[in-house]
């Protein structure tokens, strides 16, 4: 997603029109309305105060990490919040039966449950520029469409 959409859904989310963001942060409506729409990018004094405002970090705003939207982030507790943490960084979640995945995901439903090769590709993929994660995602959907039209092909079986 480019920084202008982030922009824009970060401001919807908090609820603020344009000219309330750009009061907020000491800028012209037209300054915002350029951002949103990717016709110019903010500098990066100025992005550290977005970043600020919005409480997320300049990877976020660039589509780098994915993080909790801010607006769920405030219904959730301190203690909720190092939890999934936790389970983001720390376990080792090959080990996990699909039980236990199922019930830590039903219990913290943003908490992101990666093996270790969707960790390696999602490192692999954040390493790309833009257009080169554009021409991914193109190739991901192809695939998809693919198998949706003839599953029995791309079906992997165990020995």
């Known amino acids: 997603m480019e920084l202008g959409n982030i922009l824009a859904q970060l401001r919807k989310e908090?609820?603020?029109?344009?000219r309330e963001l750009a009061t907020s942060l000491g800028v012209s409506n037209g300054?915002?309305?350029?951002?949103?729409?990717?016709?110019?990018?903010?500098?990066i004094e100025m992005l550290i105060r977005i970043a600020q405002f919005y409480n997320?970090?300049?990877?976020?705003?660039?589509?780098?990490?994915?993080?909790?939207?801010?607006?769920?982030?405030q219904n959730l507790s301190s203690t909720e919040i190092k939890l999934i943490k936790y389970y983001q960084s720390v376990l080792n979640l090959n080990e996990l039966d699909t039980k236990t995945k199922n019930k830590i995901t039903e219990f913290f439903p943003f908490a992101s449950i990666l093996s270790l090769e969707?960790?390696?590709l999602?490192?692999?993929y954040n390493e790309l520029s833009l257009r080169?994660?554009?021409?991914?995602?193109?190739?991901?959907?192809?695939?998809?469409?693919?198998?949706?039209?003839?599953?029995?092909?791309f079906k992997v079986t165990g020995k």
């Open 31 to 43: 300054a915002v309305a350029m951002w949103e729409t990717n016709r110019r990018q903010p500098d």
């Open 14 to 18: 908090k609820g603020l029109s344009q």
């Open 56 to 73: 997320v970090s300049i990877d976020y705003l660039f589509g780098n990490i994915q993080v909790l939207s801010t607006t769920k982030m």
């Open 132 to 153: 080169d994660k554009r021409w991914i995602m193109g190739q991901i959907i192809d695939l998809q469409k693919k198998s949706e039209e003839s599953p029995t092909q």
């Open 122 to 124: 999602l490192e692999y």
């Open 118 to 120: 969707e960790q390696e």
